[in-house]
């Protein structure tokens, strides 16, 4: 099974910082099935970015993704007061499919 | 446009058995693989099972192996999880997800498991 391992668990910022939020992987993980979710209470995930660095349909460019083998990030670049939410990334190349256990994002 | 829409959820008992469903619309729901993922309340969110489009490729995770079962009707464009021999920590909600980019997904019905 790949372990996904996300740091940190907390991020407090302020409106218009950028944040970066990590995901790292226990074993190399295809690119092309590494995303990363966006969740507000009472609400399902919502997918912002695909194959490791693709934006999903209608998520604004602030919005980005990186990285390769067992590293990966997201990048907001500047937050917006909608942007505060958890955030997990997920593999699903690799049975168990498997989710990092999620950032919060807060407001400082 | 894309709909999931789960239902089955309730409150049953620990040992208990319940099915869950999850209706597809706007799109072409034989070509898909599908997927169940649950999310224990105040927890992060745990894949539980997948199916490929045609129904036989089927995986689940390690802790309901045995216990749950996943399965899809294609003219009916439904998905479903049969769930037995409940325990409380499946208590969740669950969602069902489409396939691919896993740009879609239900807003999940809730399993609770108590006596």
């Known amino acids: 099974e790949i372990v996904l391992t996300q740091s940190p668990g907390t991020l407090s910022l302020s409106p218009g910082e950028r944040a970066t939020l990590s995901c790292r992987a226990s074993r190399s993980v295809s690119s092309t099935y590494l995303a990363w979710y966006q969740q507000k209470p009472g609400q399902a995930p919502r997918l912002l970015i695909y194959g490791a660095s693709s934006r999903a349909t209608g998520i604004p460019d602030r919005f980005s993704g990186s990285g390769s083998g067992t590293d990966f990030t997201l990048t907001i670049s500047r937050l917006e007061p909608e942007d505060f939410a958890v955030y997990y990334c997920?593999?699903?190349?690799?049975?168990?499919?498997?989710f990092g256990g999620g950032t919060k994002v807060e407001i400082k | 446009e894309v709909q999931l829409v789960e239902s089955g959820g309730g409150l049953v008992q620990p040992g208990g058995s319940l099915r869950l469903s999850c209706a597809a619309s706007?799109?072409?729901?034989?070509?898909?693989?599908m997927h169940w993922v649950r999310q224990a309340p105040g927890k992060g969110l745990v894949w539980v099972s997948r199916i490929n489009s045609d129904g036989s490729i089927i995986s689940y995770v390690d802790s309901v192996k045995g216990r749950f079962t996943i399965s899809r009707d294609n003219a009916k464009n439904t998905l479903y999880l049969q769930m037995n021999s409940l325990r409380a920590e499946d208590t969740a909600l669950y969602y069902c997800?489409?396939?691919?980019?896993?740009?879609?997904w239900g807003q999940g019905t809730l399993v609770t498991v108590s006596s």
């Open positions: 997920q593999q699903y190349g690799s049975s168990p499919l498997t």
């Open positions: 997800a489409r396939g691919g980019t896993w740009e879609y």
């Open positions: 706007g799109f072409t729901f034989s070509s898909y693989w």
